[in-house]
């Protein structure tokens, strides 16, 4: 059962939590005007849904594109997870896809997996 699915706008991405099947989806682009209005009661969906989950949760994060303020609210959602990851029980993994020759994007989940220790497969979209 699909606990909370957001689909996409031209400014949001498609949002998918499922507790059950232990997965969590962001795909399309982020430049929403206030990514903090958008993007908290996901988060904190996300704290309330996954804290319950035992095993491996999958992260799937295909944005074609974010803004600054997304990347920091992806940011803060990524560390909401890495101390659900932290709890025991529970293992993050990140799949970041991208573009080819999408360095900037390449580089962003780079940044994001050193800072926060999470498991990042990086897996490059096939169109």
Not at 22 to 40: M, R
Not at 71 to 90: A, E, I, W, Y
């Amino acid at each position: 059962m699909i606990d909370l699915q957001i689909e996409a706008t031209k400014t949001s991405p498609y949002i998918l939590l499922d507790s059950e099947s232990k997965k969590i989806e962001l795909k399309g682009k982020s430049t929403p005007e206030n990514a903090v209005q958008f993007y908290y009661p996901i988060i904190n969906n996300i704290k309330k849904l996954f804290s319950e989950v035992s095993g491996k949760v999958v992260v799937e994060v295909a944005l074609e594109y974010f803004n600054t303020s997304s990347s920091k609210c992806l940011f803060d959602m990524l560390k909401v997870l890495k101390t659900l990851d932290n709890d025991g029980g529970r293992q993050i993994t990140v799949n970041w896809y991208y573009e080819e020759d999408d360095e900037d994007m390449i580089e962003t989940g780079e940044d994001f997996e050193d800072l926060l220790g999470l498991t990042f497969n990086y897996i490059e979209l096939d169109y």
